[in-house]
Structure formats: structure tokens, C-alpha cells
């Protein structure tokens, strides 16, 4: 099992940059593929983006560009690093984590078993 812990949310204006973190415990995290999803008010939870094992890393077309994912092993976090930020970026970000992994799975949230709490990121106009 694994437990994730979101950080780094907040306020920021239009045109900022925040690095959220994903602090995971368990000794075998470089065994998950992780992946970050975000929901907005009234919206469905979607997918921004992911990192697998390897690393290779997969981005919705949205966010492509502006965002990056990355992973320490050492010590079993994951990055989003946001920058350029617009307003429809703010919502809920959600890490999640999964020991499978799958081309067809990665954008899903059904591919993911584990989850966190939540941070909340806000980009103002």
C-alpha cells in the first residue's frame, strides 16, 4: 500500500507558476506509476498528467507545454511544476498512484488505486 500526502497549492495570479508536491509512503515507490488528476466546481475529475515507472511522462493536450511531472525516488515525491498559469487551472489537484500501468489506462482515473486529499490551486485573472 502506499499513502499520498498533496502540498504546494494556494493563490497565484494569471501568468504564475506553482510546484505542487506528492509525498508517497512505502518503501517500494518507484515500483507506481503516478499521476495527477484536478476537479473543478461542477466539473468531472480529469487528468493532467502522469509518470511511470521508467520514467516516461504523459500530459493532456491542455496542459502540454506549461506543465512538467517529475519524480524523486530517494525521496518518494512527485512534482508538478505549473508555470504560465491561466484560470481555468484552478481546482482541486489530486495525486494518485497505481503498481500497474498501462498505455490505455494512464489518463484513467480507473487507473488508479490509491489517492490523496487534495490541494487546492487558484489562479486569479
Known amino acids: 500500500q502506499v499513502q499520498l500526502v498533496e502540498s504546494g497549492g494556494g493563490l497565484v495570479q494569471a501568468g504564475g507558476s506553482l510546484r505542487l508536491s506528492c509525498a508517497a509512503s512505502g518503501r517500494t515507490f518507484s515500483s507506481y506509476a503516478i499521476a495527477w488528476f484536478r476537479q473543478a466546481p461542477g466539473n468531472e475529475r480529469e487528468f493532467v498528467a502522469a509518470i511511470s515507472r521508467s520514467p516516461g511522462t504523459y500530459y493532456a493536450e491542455s496542459v502540454k507545454g506549461r506543465f512538467t511531472i517529475s519524480r524523486d525516488n530517494v525521496k518518494n515525491t512527485v512534482y508538478l511544476q505549473m508555470n504560465s498559469l491561466k484560470p481555468e487551472d484552478t481546482a482541486v489537484y489530486y495525486c494518485?498512484?497505481?503498481?500497474?500501468?498501462?498505455?490505455?489506462?494512464?489518463?484513467?482515473?480507473?487507473?488508479?488505486?490509491?489517492w490523496g486529499q487534495g490541494t487546492q490551486v487558484t489562479v486569479s485573472s
Open positions: 494518485a498512484a497505481d503498481r500497474t500501468f498501462g498505455e490505455l489506462t494512464v489518463r484513467s482515473i480507473d487507473g488508479y488505486g490509491y
